[in-house]
C-alpha cells in the first residue's frame, strides 16, 4: 500500500473543502470497507495522497422517521438500516437490501453513502497493481468485453472518454458511430457521420496506415474490424453521390478566405470552411488539385481520379480552385493575398527533395520526381538495374514502381536494421512480394560514374541511426563497405518545406512553418497553417485532421465564436451504448480482394472496394466498446424503486438520476460534493416491497442479479408498480414498460411470466453471460407474484 496523509474532518464544510481538489489525489474515507481493499491492491495508477475520515463529523449517522419518509444520514450503518424498526416495519425493501450486503461485519462498518458510492466490483478494474489499464480507469480496452464476462452488463455498455479505435484515429473519426449506422442498414447516415470529420474518405480508405484497426477492441480476441475497407466502401458512395454529400452551405457569411495548396491539408481546410459559409479559393502552383494525392501516389494505390473526384465535389459546394497560381511568382506575394482575403491558410506539404551532399549527387534521380513522371507514363525502367535509396514508405512505392516499370532488378539500401525500417509493415511485404532485394543498414558512400552516367554506388555500413537521445546521428563503419552496380539511382530520404513564396515576415522553426499547436495561427495576423508544411512528414489522415482543425480556427477568427470541441460522436462519458450480440462470435475480418501477381499493373489499383454484403458483415463484428461493469451496490436499485432522494452538500438529486458510469466514479457527484443524506418517501398504504438478489453465496457475494420492487395493490390487481434491476448493467435499471403492463392486472402465472419476458426486451448479451437474461425473469416472475402473496426472499 502506498503512503498516504490522513484527515479527520470536524464538519461536512471542511470535508468538502479538502475534497474539492483532483479525485485521483485525495479520497473520502466513509467506512472504508470498499476504500482501503482499492488502495491495498494498487488498483489506480496512482493512490490519493490524503483521506479524509468523514465518521469524525458529527449528526451524519441519525435514522429519523417522520409523517414524510424516512431521513437516513449518509453515515448510518447498512446494519443499522437493516435493524431499525421503521426500516423493517415500512420500509421493508430498504431494510431487506441492506441485509443482502455481504457479511455482518461489513455490514456494521459499511455506510450508506459508501455503499452508494463505491468503486466499479469488475475484476479488470480491481485486479491489483493495475495490470489491466481499463476503459473505466482512462485505459484504452474493457478486458472483459471478449475476455471474462459472465458477470457484467446485459442491457448494454456505457461510453467512456472515447472507443480504442477513435483514440488511435489521428483525426478522431468516431467509428463505432459509423458502424452502428451501417449495422441499421443506413449508408447514408454512416457516411455523413463520416463526413462529419473527413471529406475524403475515398481516399483515407486506400492510403491510410489505418492505426484505428491496431486499436480495435477485437484484435486480443480474433481479429479487427476491416475498418480501412469499411471506409473506402464509403468513401466511394459519397463521390458516387456527390450531389447528396457535397451541398454548398445554406447561408454565406461574405467572408472570404485564401488556401494556398491543393494537397489534403488544403482540400479538407476548403470543405470545413465552406461548411461554415465562407467564400474559398484554394490556389497551387500545379495544374491538378490534389498535390501529393495526385502526384506522388502510385495509381496502383490511389487511382488519380479518385482525388479528381474529390476536387470537383468541392467545385460542387462552391469552393474555387485557381491552379497553375504559384504564390510568390508573379507579382501575387502572399502579403497581397492577405490584403485580398479575410484569412490565408498555408498548406504547401513538402516538396523539396532533401540532398546527400555526395559529390556527383546530381546524376541521381528524385524520388519525388520519379513517382511524379511514373504517375503521368514519363518513366520507364524497362530492362534497367535500379538501386533506390532511402527505407521509408515512399522509397517502397518507388521500389514497386520501377518493377513494374520493367525493371530487370531492384535493391533498397537504407540506413535502418530490417526490423527499424521506417516503411510501413504492409508496404513492406508488398516490397518483399513483388521481388525488391533489401539491402538494410547500409548507407551512401560514393557515386560510382562514367563518362558522366551513373554505374551505381558505393555503400557504408550504418551502425548505428540514432544517438541515446534517440536523435537522428548515424555512426558509420568506414572500413564496411560494398559496391552496388545500378543503371539507375533513386534518392527518396525524405522532402522538407519549401517556404520561400511566404517572405521573411512567416515565422519558421527547423525549416517548417511556426504555427500555435492549437489555432494553428501564424506569426502574421489572418495568416494560419497546417499539415506537413508545420508538422514534418506525417500520413494524409494527419493532413486532413490539421485541415479540419484550421478550418474550425479560421472559422472562429472569422466569426468570433469561442472553440467548440470537435466531434467525438453522439452521447458524452456515461452515456449508454448499444451492441451487437452477434459481435461476441468469433470471426475473421473479411479479407481484401488482392489482384494476382501476374495482373497488377502500374496504373491499375491492386484492390478492388469490398461489396455492400461484406462491409455489413464488418459493421456486424464491431461490438461498439464500451465500459460493460455493473453497478454493484444492494441499496442502489432500493433506493431507486422506492423514488428516493438523494440529499448532498450542494442539491438533492432523485435516485434514479443519481446513479453513473464515468471514469472512475460510479454516481453524479462533483468533487468536493457529499452525500449528506437519504431521504425515503413514505409509502403509500397497502404496499409491498421486496429485494430479491442472486448470488453464488448467500454471504459475502455481490448481486449477479437483484430486483427491488414496490407494488399497489386495489381489489386484487396491481395499481401501481416500481420495479428496478441491480448487478444488470452500468447503473440501476428501471423498467418502466415493465411497470406501465403490469397496472391493472391479476399479479398470476401469466402475468408475472409476461412482465419477465417485457424486462428482457433489448437485452445485449455477452458472449459469456447469457444465463442473466433468464434470472430476470426468473427473479422478476417472483417479485410479481409475491405481490398476491406475503413477500419472500431468495
Not at 484505428?212 to 480476441?221: A, K, N, P, V
Not at 517572405?503 to 511556426?514: N, P, V
Request: hydrophobic share 40%; net charge positive.
Amino acid at each position: 500500500m502506498r503512503g498516504f496523509a490522513y484527515k479527520r474532518a470536524g464538519s461536512v464544510k471542511e470535508a468538502a473543502a479538502l475534497l474539492a481538489g483532483d479525485p485521483g489525489k485525495v479520497a473520502a474515507l466513509a467506512g472504508g470497507t470498499d476504500l482501503f481493499g482499492t488502495l491495498k491492491d494498487n488498483i489506480h495508477p496512482v493512490g490519493p495522497g490524503l483521506l479524509v475520515d468523514l465518521k469524525s463529523i458529527p449528526g451524519m449517522r441519525a435514522i429519523k422517521e417522520g409523517k414524510k419518509g424516512l431521513s437516513i444520514g449518509a453515515l448510518a450503518t447498512l446494519s443499522e438500516v437493516a435493524a431499525h424498526p421503521a426500516a423493517q416495519a415500512e420500509y421493508p425493501l430498504l431494510a431487506q437490501a441492506a441485509r443482502a450486503v455481504a457479511s455482518p461485519q461489513i455490514r456494521n462498518m459499511g455506510t450508506v453513502a459508501g455503499n452508494l458510492c463505491q468503486e466499479p466490483r469488475c475484476w479488470y478494474y480491481r485486479t491489483p497493481d493495475n495490470r489491466f489499464h481499463c476503459l473505466r480507469k482512462g485505459g484504452d480496452v474493457c478486458g472483459a468485453m471478449f475476455g471474462e464476462n459472465r458477470y457484467h452488463s446485459i442491457f448494454g455498455a456505457s461510453r467512456m472518454a472515447g472507443s480504442p479505435c477513435s483514440h488511435a484515429c489521428p483525426n478522431a473519426t468516431e467509428i463505432p458511430a459509423v458502424m452502428s449506422a451501417l449495422r441499421q442498414g443506413d449508408l447514408a447516415g454512416a457516411a455523413r457521420k463520416l463526413l462529419e470529420v473527413n471529406p475524403m474518405p475515398a481516399v483515407t480508405g486506400r492510403v491510410c496506415p489505418h492505426a484505428c484497426e491496431g486499436g480495435c477492441g477485437r484484435t486480443g480476441h480474433d481479429e479487427a474490424v476491416s475498418i480501412r475497407e469499411v471506409e473506402r466502401f464509403l468513401g466511394d458512395f459519397c463521390l458516387e453521390h456527390a450531389e447528396e454529400f457535397y451541398r454548398a452551405p445554406r447561408n454565406s457569411t461574405r467572408k472570404r478566405v485564401a488556401v494556398v495548396g491543393a494537397g489534403p491539408a488544403g482540400l479538407s481546410a476548403a470543405y470545413f470552411l465552406r461548411k461554415a459559409g465562407h467564400r474559398v479559393t484554394v490556389l497551387d502552383r500545379l495544374p491538378v488539385a490534389g498535390g501529393m494525392l495526385a502526384y506522388g501516389i502510385p495509381s496502383y494505390r490511389l487511382p488519380k481520379e479518385i482525388p479528381a473526384r474529390v476536387a470537383a465535389a468541392l467545385e460542387r459546394m462552391g469552393v474555387e480552385f485557381e491552379l497553375g497560381a504559384e504564390v510568390g511568382a508573379g507579382g501575387r506575394t502572399l502579403a497581397a493575398l492577405r490584403r485580398s482575403f479575410d484569412a490565408v491558410f498555408l498548406g504547401t506539404g513538402l516538396w523539396r527533395t532533401r540532398s546527400l551532399g555526395l559529390d556527383k549527387e546530381e546524376l541521381l534521380g528524385s524520388g519525388l520526381r520519379f513517382l511524379m513522371d511514373s504517375k503521368s507514363g514519363k518513366a520507364s525502367c524497362a530492362g534497367r538495374q535500379v538501386l533506390v535509396i532511402g527505407g521509408g514508405s515512399a522509397a517502397v512505392d518507388a521500389a514497386v514502381s520501377a518493377l513494374r516499370q520493367g525493371a530487370s532488378g531492384v535493391s533498397m539500401a537504407f540506413l535502418e536494421s530490417r526490423a527499424e525500417m521506417p516503411a510501413l509493415p504492409e508496404d513492406i511485404e508488398q516490397a518483399l512480394r513483388e521481388g525488391v532485394e533489401f539491402l538494410p543498414s547500409w548507407g551512401p558512400l560514393r557515386v560510382l560514374e562514367s563518362g558522366g552516367k551513373i554505374q551505381g554506388m558505393e555503400l557504408v555500413r550504418c551502425t548505428a541511426v540514432f544517438d541515446n537521445e534517440k536523435r537522428f546521428r548515424p555512426v558509420f563503419d568506414p572500413v564496411d563497405t560494398r559496391t552496388i552496380e545500378a543503371d539507375e539511382v533513386i534518392l527518396s530520404i525524405g522532402l522538407s518545406a519549401d517556404l520561400s513564396y511566404a517572405g521573411r515576415a512567416l515565422k519558421l522553426g527547423r525549416g517548417l512553418a511556426a504555427a500555435d499547436e492549437d489555432s494553428l495561427a501564424t506569426s502574421l495576423k489572418g495568416v494560419f497553417a497546417g499539415g506537413d508544411a508545420v508538422s514534418g512528414p506525417l500520413t494524409v489522415v494527419s493532413a486532413i485532421a490539421a485541415g479540419r482543425k484550421a478550418g474550425q480556427a479560421i472559422d472562429r477568427f472569422l466569426s468570433g465564436r469561442k472553440a467548440r470541441t470537435l466531434p467525438r460522436g453522439a452521447g458524452g462519458p456515461g452515456s449508454m451504448l448499444e451492441f451487437n450480440a452477434a459481435a461476441f462470435e468469433p470471426s475473421r475480418r473479411t479479407p481484401a480482394p488482392q489482384t494476382s501477381p501476374e495482373g497488377r499493373k502500374l496504373d491499375q489499383e491492386d484492390r478492388p472496394t469490398l461489396d455492400q454484403a461484406a462491409i455489413q458483415e464488418e459493421a456486424r463484428r464491431c461490438a461498439n466498446c464500451g465500459c460493460v461493469a455493473v453497478n454493484a451496490s444492494d441499496m442502489a436499485p432500493a433506493l431507486v424503486a422506492l423514488d428516493a432522494r438523494i440529499k448532498t452538500t450542494r442539491r438533492t438529486i432523485a435516485a434514479g438520476d443519481f446513479f453513473a458510469s464515468e471514469p472512475r466514479r460510479t454516481t453524479r457527484l462533483e468533487p468536493g460534493e457529499l452525500v449528506t443524506e437519504v431521504f425515503v418517501p413514505a409509502p403509500k398504504p397497502g404496499s409491498r416491497q421486496g429485494f430479491l438478489k442472486f448470488r453464488i453465496r448467500n454471504a459475502i457475494d455481490f448481486p449477479i442479479v437483484s430486483v427491488a420492487s414496490v407494488f399497489a395493490m386495489k381489489g386484487g390487481r396491481l395499481r401501481d408498480a416500481a420495479i428496478a434491476l441491480g448487478a444488470v448493467a452500468p447503473s440501476p435499471v428501471r423498467v418502466k414498460a415493465v411497470e406501465a403492463f403490469l397496472k391493472g392486472r391479476i399479479p398470476d402465472e401469466a402475468t408475472a411470466a409476461r412482465a419477465g419476458d417485457i424486462a428482457v426486451q433489448g437485452c445485449m448479451p455477452l458472449g459469456k453471460n447469457g444465463f442473466k437474461v433468464q434470472l430476470v425473469r426468473a427473479l422478476l416472475r417472483k417479485a410479481v407474484l409475491s405481490a398476491g402473496s406475503e413477500a419472500e426472499s431468495l
